[in-house]
């Protein structure tokens, strides 16, 4: 009996440990081949332009410096539909999950999740299904129940975008250079956060976003 052709994955991850431990763990894997691994959502778009119907399914990481997972999911997700999405970052909580879900990912994984997991969610995802890992559904489940809401469920995916960025420490001139847009906008942006967070500065609103969940103490910029 034939095989089945191998899945091809992709792994984007700034960390370089990150990337050699999902290569070496997938590639005992019967069945999926990696076949690159980059760290930054920008070398994985110009990745998907040079290699055209090359991959089917990528382990995408959330923070990476640059325009970072949320960006290139969306991105990705809208050129290269058929390319299905994983994200894998150690956000459970808050309003990424549901963020990136709706702008195009196709599964949710904790770097918590076993191997496992992760390939079973890769085989699911090849088949056009979505995979989203238990802890994950769960806390999606609960963030539609009365009660307690998020500050940060109120953002779009580009004020998502933007604060993370600030997060990293990026100045508003290079926000603005890597999301092509200009610094005025930027500068809009980072006011409209403040108002919808209902914070008077920028350490404040990171900590709010550490609180939710969107970032984590290793995201906070040296002071």
Not at 11 to 35: A, C, M, N, W, Y
């Amino acid at each position: 009996m034939p095989d089945n052709p191998k899945i091809k994955v992709l792994i984007v991850d700034d960390h370089e440990l990150v990337r050699f431990g999902f290569k070496s763990l997938l590639g005992t894997q019967e069945g999926i081949d990696v076949i690159a691994t980059l760290s930054s959502g920008e070398e994985a778009i110009e990745w998907c332009r040079n290699n055209e119907g090359a991959v089917d399914v990528i382990l995408m990481d959330v923070n990476m410096p640059g325009i970072g997972g949320v960006e290139a999911t969306h991105r990705i997700s809208k050129v290269w539909p058929k390319i299905g999405i994983i994200i894998v970052t150690v956000h459970d909580e808050g309003p990424l999950p549901k963020q990136l879900l709706n702008g195009g990912a196709r599964g949710y994984l904790t770097k918590g999740n076993g191997v496992e997991e992760m390939i079973t969610a890769i085989k699911d995802v090849k088949q056009g299904k979505h995979y989203i890992a238990k802890d994950i559904a769960q806390q999606l489940a609960l963030s539609v129940l009365p009660g307690e809401t998020n500050p940060l469920d109120l953002l779009s995916r580009r004020e998502i975008q933007v604060l993370m960025m600030i997060a990293q420490g990026s100045k508003t001139t290079e926000i603005s250079g890597t999301l092509n847009l200009s610094p005025k906008t930027i500068s809009t942006y980072r006011k409209r956060l403040h108002e919808k967070l209902d914070v008077s500065s920028d350490i404040e609103m990171l900590h709010l976003a550490m609180k939710h969940g969107v970032l984590d103490e290793n995201t906070m910029p040296v002071k």
